[in-house]
């Protein structure tokens, strides 16, 4: 039960810049919703009681009451609390949109990069006939592929969530965090999430991070509701050693850079820390220390 990094910072920005998206393509992204942390056991609940104390806490932390609905749904021997400022984003409708506009644009290629064909030309770089003067390189857990910033400590780590349908169980909108998360949408689903793996490093599906979240949603409520899956995607968190971003420069390769290492976080912190790096990268302004990979040098 700690704030997130630069939570006051973060949070704003990502909230400007999807309504900004919203408002250009007529699409809705950015989805605030109430949320609710169960504790689940008694040093919980006493933490609550400290951090709602705690100034820094002010402007996310509510009051401790549950609803009716959330007190008959939810197993909470140990009580819960309601939290302020959460929120959700539709990042496939998000990614679709940009897509359509860079392509329409001339901005965007699909294809697979190929770093070997990545080659210094007379101060600037080269890539299959075009030059560039700056590379940035966004490849998130693939950055192991990389050969110029393989080395630093990236380390992936791998999700998986339900998404499902239940005819008996009655939500509410808001956003539940009961050992894994719970969110409801509108028409009826919701999703169930997210496993956490640093050993099976594939992208695929697993029958054990179903039946970990399965067991997971069990021990939540406190009847057992039938609910039918209808996706289980899989996914690699770009997660570093330290917890913290990666940007900046190359040390010895002037033109090549990097924006990775977000984790799970990178729709709320891309951007805030993209405008960073473009201030950083056009203007001149540092980066912020724990974010720049001068760090490892």
């Given amino acids: 039960m700690t704030k997130s990094w630069r939570f ?13 998206i919203e408002q250009h393509f007529s699409i809705r992204l950015y989805h605030p919703l109430p949320a609710v942390r169960f504790s689940l056991n008694s040093e919980d609940a006493k933490r609550f009681g400290r ?8 402007n996310v932390l509510g009051s401790s009451e549950l609803s009716e609905r959330e007190q008959s749904t939810f197993n909470n021997p140990h009580g819960g609390f309601q939290i302020q400022g ?5 990042l496939p409708l998000t990614i679709e949109a940009l897509r359509a506009y860079f392509l329409k644009n001339d901005s965007y290629e699909d294809c697979v990069f190929n770093y070997e064909e990545l080659k210094k030309h007379q101060g600037n770089w080269r890539y299959l006939g075009e030059s560039y003067e700056q590379v940035i390189f966004c490849e ?36 539940y965090h009961h050992g894994k998360w719970l969110l409801p949408y509108p028409d009826g689903s919701f ?15 697993t029958e054990a991070g179903k039946d970990q979240l399965t067991a997971a949603f069990m021990a939540m409520t406190q009847a057992a509701h039938d609910f039918k899956i209808l996706d289980q995607p899989a996914g690699l968190r770009p997660s570093t050693r330290d917890a913290r971003p990666f940007l900046g420069a190359h040390p010895t390769e002037p033109g090549l850079y990097i924006f990775n290492g977000l984790g799970s976080k990178g729709a709320s912190l891309s951007p805030k820390l993209s405008q960073e790096f473009m201030d950083y990268l056009y203007a001149g302004k540092p980066l912020d220390p724990e974010t720049d990979i001068r760090r490892f040098c």
Avoid: Q
């Fill in 51 to 58: 951090r709602s104390r705690n100034a820094r806490y002010s």
């Fill in 86 to 90: 959460a929120a959700y984003v539709n």
């Fill in 140 to 175: 998130g857990a693939m950055l192991k592929d990389n050969p110029w910033f393989c080395h630093l400590p990236i380390t992936p780590a791998k999700g998986e969530t339900l998404l499902c349908r239940s005819d008996s169980l009655n939500l509410e909108g808001k956003l």
């Fill in 8 to 20: 006051d910072d973060f949070a704003p920005e990502a909230k400007n810049f999807y309504t900004t």
């Fill in 191 to 205: 999703r169930i999430g997210a496993t956490y793996d640093e050993a099976d490093l594939s992208a695929e599906r």
